[in-house]
């Protein structure tokens, strides 16, 4: 016998005789059997999962079984994007190539007139803004003002999200710039005829979204027109806007080309391609161009394009497509989540951040970065999309290169995804809506509800003029609308997705009948089911009304867990506050298929338990028959025994503890850190630190006390003894202290507390999940503080993901261990240290271009300097050979 089973007795045998015989495993493996017996009974018959099988194979005549190959998915979806891309380079290079033959033709005029230079200022007309064409200023003794030009056709763009003009193009001058300089007046007049390159590239493909021209004067020129944001209601109320400081416009003038992820107020994640443009203009006859940069030109890709090249409605919410770049960051993933649409910076989100990093996946990256195809199927972590559990999975990654371009692009499979349904219940709408009779069309409408549940439906692209929406019952009324009123074979729909819908549609109204012949179940509050086709149907209709889940099945967290777990998965409701607070707990089982030799998870069934009831069964189920001890089990509120339901994630599901009723879905952590602590220890749970690099904080608060300027350079040692440091500081500040003093004038002002609140910034947080260790069920143990001892006994409950725990209560034990937290929480990230001493692999360019035989550098090499004063210069040295002696003096003294 071990000693901690000898001490486990020795401590039970001392704690039964003052209050009772703590239970014995046997006892608490019997509570545990018939908690799981009643559970598991209770879910099957209110799910009716038996008979959704049935209904499956009864209407097996209206669907097929497809394998999904997943080299030939990749190629396809690969060369897809490879063309889409080529697209975008054809009509970015067609527009660096006719800006640079612009600018040759152009003719240099030193006296433009801005009165004769009609454009649309994008800033024209904006409350929030004031143009410079309002106030132009003198010149020559003459008043300049140029009239403003505001299209009349502005008109919302669904795909830009906005009020554009095809018609024109739109202006950007930053503020610190005058817009009736000779140089910003010649710049509008050659880059005015860009206006026809762009129109034509979107004529060409009417897909393209924003073509920008950046100008290395600063002025922005972009098509479509559309007016600039207004800012009345920003913080600072001041455009700060500047196309030069834009980090697609910095990595595209140091590039030959380049590409990198951006987020886009409007359209969200977009790629934007670059090519620079230079100056080509000869110095003279036979003498070679000086290769000045002109700006940048920038096209961008929406990553909801590439999206829709890469559909992934046929291997279910577990299988994606994902992209990497030679640097190995993601272009492309279902992880790629950033939570704002105001980031400054490029979007970089490496592979092995975005999922749980393992040596297979190193090797992975490794190689799709160098361009190979392959296949490699591994056992691997995988986060839940609500970021609160860790499973195990088997997925299959199949990779291959984007030609063309420098992505390469893979597909994640798990097993149960290699085949999948396609319904065969008619080649047009108006079959498939009619393969059941009227009933499939009649249980989606809202009026229907009563008869045939709560429904959604998930918001995907069926037809490309059917918008997703998600307002629910908005949309399913405009879909059923749709499939009503257009022809029967409309090309405008993919008629495989509106299919699956419908034929998921007519098999859960057959089951939904099912139910309502049970109904209703003790202990059930409402039963759902949820299908890969992208219908959800809740029962009873108020019931439904409360439904917290998306209408998309795919993102649904407890769905794509059913898939993954052969387990009846028990979630609990998020905690949030213990306030108002009425926790809840969904049970869900994926159903297996069996067709042929084949097996599919075509669906997902569940119910909402009654929290009240199964607390009462839960608390009869585990209590000693006959008992007259203080320790008789797991009575309401008992003050020896505190009894627990956890989950495999460490969240409370069930208490006998008053205290607690209202801690459903609270971390165990958080309420009994002792025994969490210990069940980390004993190997039940183990956790997973993983960082999420993007997150957003509130930034953090600058000490604002003192009363200097904001923009003040502090010199360091280095500068002062520098004297050439001191001639041109002396010029900059003098220059900076009269445009900021014209600028504003409340810039010499000390900083005070009320300045208004900023947004917040990007930031590391750093999370735990906890999930089971091992297969073993049963654990036991003991908690020991400076004045007593606890004892406690876990048992999992078999074919779930429950855990039951019985402890005695702390009886003046308080617990020392510090509180444990599963939510993210800010971080400084990983040590740099070790990620140095442990670079990822990157792919550096095929070429360096250091030199070009065509190129005059010689203005690179002038140089010109501020000759400081020669009696400055002196009685700065003198000053400093006074302050080192008088120094060396008074050490000598001392």
């Not at 161009?289 to 279910?316: E, H, K």
């Not at 918008?467 to 059923?480: C, G, Q, S, V, W």
């Not at 926790?583 to 119910?607: C, E, F, H, Q, R």
Request: contains cysteine.
């Amino acid at each position: 016998m071990d000693y901690s089973l000898c001490l486990f007795l020795l401590l039970a045998t001392v704690s039964s005789e003052s209050s009772g015989q703590f239970p014995t495993s046997q006892m608490i493996k019997e509570w545990v059997d018939q908690m799981q017996k009643d559970l598991i009974a209770l879910t099957d018959t209110a799910t009716g999962m038996q008979d959704l099988i049935e209904i499956y194979h009864k209407h097996r005549k209206h669907f097929r079984v497809e394998s999904n190959n997943a080299q030939e998915l990749v190629a396809t979806a690969a060369g897809n994007i490879e063309r889409l891309l080529a697209n975008r380079s054809e009509a970015l290079k067609r527009l660096a190539t006719e800006a640079e033959k612009l600018q040759m033709q152009h003719v240099w005029q030193d006296d433009s007139d801005v009165e004769k230079i009609n454009y649309y200022n994008a800033k024209d007309g904006l409350s929030g803004i004031e143009s410079e064409s309002d106030t132009e200023g003198k010149k020559d003794g003459k008043e300049k003002k140029r009239i403003p030009y505001i299209p009349e056709d502005f008109s919302f763009d669904p795909d830009f999200k906005r009020d554009v003009s095809y018609n024109t193009t739109a202006v950007h001058i930053p503020t610190d710039i005058y817009e009736g300089s000779t140089i910003i007046l010649n710049e509008l007049n050659w880059t005015e005829a860009l206006e026809d390159v762009f129109r034509k590239n979107k004529e060409e493909d009417p897909s393209l979204l924003w073509q920008v021209f950046g100008s290395a004067t600063g002025l922005a020129r972009y098509f479509p027109a559309s007016p600039w944001m207004d800012l009345s209601k920003s913080q600072n109320k001041i455009d700060l806007y500047d196309v030069r400081r834009r980090p697609w416009y910095i990595q595209g003038a140091a590039s030959p080309k380049d590409m990198l992820i951006l987020v886009d107020a409007e359209l969200g994640l977009v790629i934007t391609g670059t090519l620079p443009v230079f100056n080509k203009t000869g110095i003279g006859s036979k003498k070679p161009q000086n290769q000045l940069i002109l700006g940048v030109m920038a096209i961008d890709v929406s990553l909801d394009d590439i999206r829709r090249l890469t559909p992934q409605y046929t291997f279910g919410p577990n299988g994606y497509y994902f992209a990497i770049d030679p640097n190995g960051y993601v272009l492309l993933h279902p992880n790629l989540n950033p939570q704002t649409a105001k980031f400054h910076e490029p979007v970089t989100l490496d592979f092995l951040d975005a999922e749980i990093e393992d040596d297979i996946k190193v090797q992975i990256r490794k190689q799709m970065i160098q361009g190979e195809t392959g296949s490699a199927t591994i056992s691997t972590l995988l986060k839940s999309t609500d970021k609160r559990y860790i499973d195990r999975g088997q997925r299959m990654y199949t990779f291959a290169p984007v030609k063309g371009t420098d992505y390469s692009l893979a597909l994640v499979l798990p097993e149960y995804s290699m085949h999948y349904i396609r319904a065969t219940i008619g080649d047009t709408i108006t079959q498939a809506k009619s393969f059941l009779g009227k009933n499939v069309s009649e249980s989606l409408m809202a009026d229907k509800f009563d008869e045939y549940g709560y429904t959604l439906i998930a918001p995907r692209d069926y037809c490309k003029d059917l918008k997703p929406d998600a307002n629910n019952t908005e949309f399913l009324k405009r879909f059923n609308d749709y499939i009503d009123r257009k022809t029967p074979n409309n090309p405008m729909c993919n008629v495989d997705l509106v299919n699956r819908l419908l034929l998921d549609a007519g098999i859960t109204s057959d089951l939904i009948k099912i139910w309502k012949e049970n109904d209703p179940i003790n202990g059930v509050m409402s039963r759902y089911v949820a299908t890969e086709g992208g219908i959800t149907r809740v029962y009873p209709t108020s019931n439904g009304l409360d439904w917290t889940g998306q209408a998309e099945t795919y993102d649904l967290s407890f769905y794509k867990r059913s898939l993954d777990n052969d387990l009846y998965i028990f979630t609990p409701t998020v905690f949030e506050n213990i306030s108002q607070y009425e926790g809840s707990v969904l049970v869900s089982k994926a159903v297996n298929l069996k067709i042929d030799d084949t097996t599919l998870k075509p669906a997902v069934v569940g119910v909402h338990l009654d929290i009240d009831m199964w607390r009462e069964i839960f608390s009869n189920t585990s209590q000693r028959k006959s008992c007259k001890d203080e320790l008789c089990g797991c009575t309401i509120g008992d003050k020896n025994l505190n009894c627990y339901i956890l989950d495999d994630g460490g969240f409370l599901v069930m208490t006998n503890q008053i205290d607690h009723f209202n801690e459903i879905g609270k971390f165990f952590g958080e309420i009994d850190p002792c025994i969490m602590r210990s069940l980390i220890n004993s190997s039940l749970y183990t956790n997973k630190s993983t960082y999420n690099y993007q997150s957003l904080c509130d930034p953090k608060k600058e000490d604002k006390t003192s009363a200097g300027l904001r923009s003040v350079y502090v010199p360091t040692i280095a500068d002062i003894l520098n004297l050439g440091w001191w001639a041109t500081a002396a010029a900059w500040s003098v220059m900076q202290q009269l445009v900021v003093s014209i600028t504003l004038p409340n810039f010499g002002e000390a900083a005070t507390d009320d300045a208004p609140d900023v947004e917040k910034e990007v930031c590391i947080k750093e999370e735990y999940q906890y999930y089971f260790e091992n297969d073993s069920l049963s654990f036991r143990g003991v908690i020991d503080t400076e004045k007593c001892s606890r004892l406690y006994h876990a048992e999992r409950l078999p074919k779930t993901n429950l855990v039951f725990i019985v402890a005695e209560t702390e009886h003046g034990c308080e617990c020392q261990e510090k509180i444990l937290k599963q939510e993210e929480q800010e971080s400084q990230g990983p040590d740099p240290c070790q990620l140095a001493s442990e670079p990822r692999y990157r792919k550096g360019p095929a070429a360096c271009f250091d030199n070009n035989s065509h190129e005059d550098n010689a203005d690179c090499g002038g140089v010109s300097g501020l000759t400081p004063s020669l009696w400055l210069v002196l009685s700065l040295q003198l000053l400093l050979v006074w302050v080192v002696t008088d120094t060396r003096h008074h050490a000598i003294l001392s």
